[in-house]
């Protein structure tokens, strides 16, 4: 019974430290802990990395424009006039035509961070003179919910327009700092646009 107990105690020792004899051919057992452990760890880091690089937080911009709110709304809502305000964007379509509401397509090309992208985006919650939400589909180079609300002010409307976004396929490389960058100034430039060109229309 002794010699039993001795046996599987050299057994278990052998299965913790692995067979020597280096290239022997003989194998050399791993503690499946520790397997398990790097495994989670780089997941763990993997996920990380992820969330960092994509993640990107919510900008915000809004712009005070001196006319109705129904001035502003009609003309922002017509997709043949956005590359007025819009400097970057290099053509615009709808689909279908007419009057837009939910689930209307708006395809866009634009140039961003000296790239041109392909966007299509889905009206997802649409009120007239108070809000319309757009989400990007899949085959966008750019995952995201843009939001854009008008509000009646003393010196006319406000608009409030709102990103959040997530690299998608093309600006993945793009660390998430310069991306969150060069986003707030379109959107600072095409809201002072949008102000120029309807006050002075």
Known sequence: MVKQVMILRHMDSVEQRGWEGGNSGRPNFAPPMRQTSRSARAVDRLSLA??????????ERSVTIARPVPDVFSYMDDVEREHEWQPN????SQDPSGPVGVGTLKRYTSVFMKKERHNVYRVTDYEMYVRVVYESTPESATQATAEVRWEQVPEGTRVI???????????KLVPGKALESATRKELERMLGLL????EGG
């Open 50 to 59: 992820t969330i960092t690089r994509d993640s990107m937080p919510r900008i």
């Open 89 to 92: 964007l290099r053509a615009a």
């Open 161 to 171: 327009m709102s990103i959040d976004a997530a690299p998608g396929r093309a600006p």
């Open 195 to 198: 102000k120029e060109v309807l």
